[in-house]
């Protein structure tokens, strides 16, 4: 693997509420949101943006796991 020594900003191809965002990978395990044509960055650490993921996916397999039983 590279180590992020210096920021990658990349444009998504999907939308948000009808716009384009652009996703900003910074070093210090930081990754900044902003909608595509503003200035306004929302930040959060990369732990953050990974607890999100295991809880959305723990409760997708919870839900299945759920309508299974039924």
Do not use: S, W
Request: glycine share 8%; with cysteine; charged share 30%.
């Amino acid at each position: 693997m590279t180590p992020l020594n210096k920021t990658v900003n990349r444009r998504t191809i999907g939308t948000h509420r009808g716009r384009r965002f652009v996703v900003i990978l910074e070093p210090g395990d930081v990754i900044g949101f902003r909608p595509e044509r503003t200035r306004t960055v929302f930040y959060t650490t990369l732990a953050a943006c990974f607890d999100m993921a295991v809880r959305q996916h723990v409760a997708a397999k919870k839900a299945a796991k759920k309508k299974g039983n039924k």
